[in-house]
C-alpha cells in the first residue's frame, strides 16, 4: 500500500506564490529520491525538480530555475515545492515521483496528481 498524496494545488494570479505538498506512506521514504513532474492540456510530462535521498543536490528544470524551491523533511515523510513568481505557463497537473534504484531494479512510484492553475 505505497501511497504519494499531494495537496496545495489551486488558483492564483500570475506573479503569486503556492506550496505543494506531497505525503508519502507505505515504503522507505528516506531511501528515495523525490521529484516533481507536471503535465499541462496537450503537451508531454516535464521533469520540474529534484532532490536526492537525503535532500541534498537539488535540481530544477531551466524554466522554473530562480523561482520553484523543492525541499523535503524525511523525519515527516513528505516533500514540498515552493513555487514563486508564478506564470499562465506553469499551469499543469503537479505530480509526487519517488524513485529508487537497488541491485539493478527501479522502484518507481506516483501520486494522482493536484491541479495548478496560473490565471488573472
Known amino acids: 500500500q505505497v501511497q504519494l498524496v499531494e495537496s496545495g494545488g489551486g488558483l492564483v494570479q500570475p506573479g503569486g506564490s503556492l506550496r505543494l505538498s506531497c505525503a508519502a506512506s507505505?515504503?522507505?521514504?528516506?531511501?528515495?529520491?523525490m521529484n516533481w513532474y507536471r503535465q499541462a492540456p496537450g503537451k508531454e510530462r516535464e521533469l520540474v525538480a529534484a532532490i536526492t535521498s537525503a535532500g541534498g543536490v537539488p535540481n530544477y528544470a531551466d524554466s522554473v530555475k530562480g523561482r520553484f524551491t523543492i525541499s523535503r523533511d524525511n523525519a515527516k515523510n513528505t516533500m514540498y515545492l515552493q513555487m514563486n513568481s508564478l506564470k499562465p505557463e506553469d499551469t499543469a497537473v503537479y505530480y509526487c515521483?519517488?524513485?529508487?534504484?537497488?541491485?539493478?531494479?527501479?522502484?518507481?512510484?506516483w501520486g494522482q496528481g493536484t491541479q495548478v492553475t496560473i490565471a488573472s
Open positions: 515521483n519517488a524513485r529508487r534504484t537497488n541491485w539493478g531494479r527501479r522502484y518507481d512510484y
Open positions: 507505505g515504503f522507505t521514504f528516506s531511501s528515495y529520491a
